[in-house]
């Protein structure tokens, strides 16, 4: 039977989300949470109620309210890679590990360590062969200018031709001009356009000529 695994140590063990926050937010306030964690709830009007109910609809901003209780308001030492990629709620802590005061937080602090991660962030990508993202905006907004200047295919549909028939010139007859009618044949065809065909025009017509 395998041995059964304590959290009992833990001290998100058995504490409720809206308890847990209360205790960090009457610590902190919002601004200092809002200032390390990210979490957009924090900022625009911020209150208990609805970032209680934020956090039970999303799982990773969840997660981090839950660390930074453990590892800045509780001040526990880091814990080992296994269980760093474990829950805050499901690390084990060990028997030897005790909470202590919450750490000393300020704007001051929390923008030094943004600017220390987006440090890191940036040389990792230079690293990786990759350019930071306002690089890569820069470069794109300047590509998309030059593409729309140089008049390329992709940035500008190209206009397609509609076919058009050589004119025929005036001197030149055309193959498809009928042939000059006869006086019998015109008025043969007035007749018929009118509808009143006469039986005695060929024979009038005949005489005539």
Partial sequence: MPEEINYQNNPLHGLNLKTMLTEIVDHYGFEILHAYLYI?????????????????????????VEAFYLYKFK?????????????PRDRIIPEGQ?????????????????EKRETKANEYDRLAGRTGSSAAKSSTKEYNASARSNDTPWSKPAQKTAWKPEPISSAKASP??????????????KATTTGKLDPWASSRNKLKS
């Fill in 98 to 114: 005790v909470v202590g005061a919450p750490f000393e937080l300020s704007l001051e602090d929390a923008e030094r360590v943004r």
């Fill in 176 to 189: 498809w001009k009928p042939a000059p009618k006869s006086s019998h044949d015109v008025a043969a065809a």
């Fill in 75 to 87: 001040s526990l030492p880091k814990v080992s890679s296994d269980q760093f990629e474990l829950p």
């Fill in 40 to 64: 957009h709830s924090f900022k625009t009007n911020p209150s208990i109620d609805s970032s209680v109910k934020f956090l039970k609809k999303t799982q990773w901003a969840r997660e981090k």
